[in-house]
């Protein structure tokens, strides 16, 4: 059974996290550890309103250092934190691990595991891209939350898919989240 960690920081994005958690509450080969930092709870809160305990999920404390995810030795095969905050990504790119999903970004790191940050911020100051790049350099994938259009979405949650579906494409979970690109002649005639 593959087992991820999926990390929800303070930036704006809740939704995108929210759709993950959806989504790999079905695939019955993850076992998903939740972890939140302290604003990441809050900002989830105000965009989505419901308790993420529901998707079934144990939810750690943000500062709870001994759950098993905060260890190298624990088996784990990668790291989503979506959304990521330009903060937790400064602090991960500088190996400050001061709550759980920074360290649990440190163990990916230093493991040489599957790191993806989805980052949500715009626009980007140098010091911004430096950290990003340095995460790159360290081996994370950085994807800003950019979604695509050739797919041709037609509501919000088409967008939403479209992110979280190429997330998780980089943990190597299968997904059909939203219609993939084929070529120019594509097209369905809507």
């Known amino acids: 059974m593959k ?3 999926l990390g929800v920081t303070g930036a704006s994005g809740a939704p995108y996290a929210q759709r993950a958690l959806q989504f790999l509450r079905e695939e019955t080969t993850l076992e998903v550890e939740v972890v939140f ?15 993420p305990a529901e998707y079934g999920y144990r939810i750690w404390n943000p500062l709870d250092f001994t759950a098993p995810f905060a260890s190298g030795s624990a088996r784990v095969d990668g790291m989503l934190i979506l959304p990521c905050s330009v903060g937790t990504a400064a602090r991960v790119a500088h190996g400050l691990s001061t709550d759980l999903v920074g360290r649990a ?25 430096r950290n990003l790049t ?44 939203f219609r993939r690109w084929s070529g120019l002649g594509d097209h369905d005639g809507d």
């Open 3 to 5: 087992r991820i960690v």
């Open 105 to 129: 970004a440190d163990v990916m790191l230093k493991e040489r595991r599957p790191l993806v940050m989805v980052v949500r911020e715009t626009p980007f100051s140098l010091i911004h891209l």
């Open 37 to 51: 930092t302290r604003t990441g709870r809050v900002v989830w809160n105000h965009e989505v309103g419901t308790d």
């Open 134 to 177: 340095q995460l790159a350099e360290a081996g994370a994938v950085v994807m800003p939350a950019s979604p695509g259009f050739y797919h041709r979405p037609r509501t919000v949650q088409d967008l939403v898919d479209h992110v979280v579906a190429r997330a998780l494409d980089r943990l190597g979970i299968d997904n059909e989240l």
